[in-house]
Structures are given as structure tokens and as C-alpha cells.
């Protein structure tokens, strides 16, 4: 069923009458819409895309009319909210009450009088985006391929007189270039003693040796890809070689581990076991990984601080993003991003080499 379908047997299941959708995220997931400004209304056995002059025309051509009613309102749109839930004799509706404003929650309660609105829609509809469909994994395939893509480009983009913007810059243009609508969130590209910061930003300075860690992800259809490399600038010593080997152990054998109905936090402990045991105890100061779909960062989280009872499951997309930060000196992650197949196996999105890679 399409993603509109599946949230109105949710909602059949569970007695709901009607869902407002304001999140562009989540207007785009149910609709395939990529707009800015308007409302989605689902109700049980009706949906309604509200979109105005300048998003009215796309919308007739790529939104499917079988399942949709597509509406340029002839008054505001929140008068037409409030028409629609009256007219379908709606009393109570969920909102998004994890992206919606208390301002516009006001705003939609003061319009739509009578109308109970209660929190709920955002668990609802994260609840039907953990599970991604065939044309979800095939666009986050593609994303993954102009990562990808990217990552062997840039291997021969770098030179001693790049600075680290420079780097990000070329990483963007590239899958830009190559059919990306996007990043899918601002790229990572630290050197040297700024390596040692998980989420650092590039400078437009030139690129210090030691490590050379590049974090960015491609966007396709809306879907973010996510991958992580490091390098080594200059020749590795051994304590570099040591902390790249520990990390790389970590994360091959955290990848081998992962099935489905194995628990997030089970996962994150053979990866943060490996890493302590090595000598690096609260070197490791995240969540092995993370669900990525519409967002970068989604449910489930592949952590031992997050819901230990959360299980991957088929249909989940998840990162494998261990690392060693050493405050002031350097730091490593290597990052895959990976499928829980139907049948429980696993499939790596990402291809990139992950052996210790030295330049100039």
C-alpha cells in the first residue's frame, strides 16, 4: 500500500477521525509532494493536499489523484481546515507534536473551534516511516551510489594546499553534479587536531596531516544517505594505525552481529567492547548509529542509552559509525549505513573502501 494508505488503516485500527500534517517531511512522505506551504488533512477514507498558486500546478501533475484531493483554497487555509474537519463532522484531530509551534497549535485550536486537537500525529506517522518500502531503499541505493561516487573523486581532489572548506565544497558539488537534490545535512571534513571533534566544522585553513575524517551524504527522492571515511595525511605512525585498526575491528565486527531482532543496545556493545578493550574507554562518546530516511537522523537508534529493548527489525535503515576521539589530538570514524532485509540479513548500502588509506 502507498504511505497515505497505510497511515488510514493506522488510523481505521485505532479509531482516529483526522490527522493535520504541517511538517513538510511528513507532507512529502504521505504525498510524494516536495512543497513548503501548505496543510495535509487525512481522514479515514479521504485525503486533501492543500497547496497555493505557486505549488498547484506540480501537484496535479505528481500527486496520485486516485488516492488524493488536491485543493488551491479559495480562502485561507486554515478556513479551509476548519471547513473540511466540519464538514466531516470531526471532533477530534492529531497534530504533529513533535514539529508543530505552539504558536500554530494556537492558531489551528482558535480556527477550528469544536475540534479537539490532541497530540499524537508525529508518533504515528514516525511509527509507519521506521519501515522502509522497496522505492525507499532503492532511493537511498541511489543516494549511497553518488556518496559513493563522491568519496573516490575526492581521493584524488586532495592536496596538500586544500584547505578543509575547500574539501566539503568539492564533496557537495560533486553529488550535486551527479543527481543529488542536496546534502542530506552539512558536511564533516576536519584534519589534524580538529578530527578529534565528532561533529566538527570544516575551516578554511590547509589541511593538517594526521587524520582527515569526511562525514556527507547525498539526497535523492528526499532520502539522505550517510557515510563516514577516514583518511590519514602523511604517513600513519603507529599509534594512528592502532587507533584506525581498533576502529575499523569494531566496526566489522558490529556489521557482522547485526540480524534481525537483535537489540540496538546488544549491537552498540560488540562495537563500545572492542573500542574499551583496546584502551580507549570514553573515547566513544556516541550512539554506535541511527535510523536515516526523510531525516538524517530517525528512529530507531542503535545505542545502549536508547530504548534497550529496541530491536532492528526488516525494513529498518540504520548507520554503523563507531569511532576514537582523542580531545586535542585526532580523531577516527568509519561509518556504513546498512538494511534489515526480509529475511534478517543484512545489506550494506555502501561500498567505499575502509582499509587505512594514506595520501601525500
Known sequence: ?????????????????????????????????????????????????????????????????????IVMPDRSMLDYVRALLTDYHVREALYEEETLSCALRDRIAAKCEGVELKAGASALIDGLRLYKDEAELAAMARAQKITDDAFAHILGFITPERTELEVALELEFFMRAHGSEGTAFDTIAVSGTASSRPHGEPRPVKLEKGFFTMDFGARVDGYCSDMTRTVVLGRADED????????LTAQTAALDAMRAGMKCAD?????????????????????????????????????SAFQNDAVLTPGHVVTCEPGIYLEGKYGCRIEDMVAVLPDGTIHNFTKSPKELIELF
Open 1 to 69: 500500500m502507498s504511505h497515505v494508505k497505510n497511515l488510514q488503516a493506522a488510523m481505521k485500527k485505532d479509531g482516529i477521525e483526522a490527522v493535520i500534517v504541517s511538517s513538510e517531511i511528513n507532507q512529502r512522505y504521505l504525498s510524494g509532494l516536495n512543497y513548503t506551504d501548505g496543510y495535509v488533512v487525512v481522514l479515514p477514507e479521504a485525503a486533501f493536499l492543500l497547496a497555493d498558486f505557486r505549488y498547484i500546478e506540480v501537484a496535479r501533475m505528481t500527486v496520485d489523484a486516485t488516492e488524493w484531493e
Open 240 to 247: 594512528i594505525k592502532k587507533i584506525y585498526n581498533t576502529v
Open 267 to 303: 549491537v552498540d556493545r560488540v562495537a563500545r567492547d572492542i573500542i574499551y578493550g583496546a584502551g580507549y574507554e570514553g573515547k566513544f562518546g556516541h550512539g554506535l548509529g541511527h535510523g536515516v530516511g526523510l531525516y538524517i537522523h530517525e528512529n530507531p537508534r542503535v545505542s
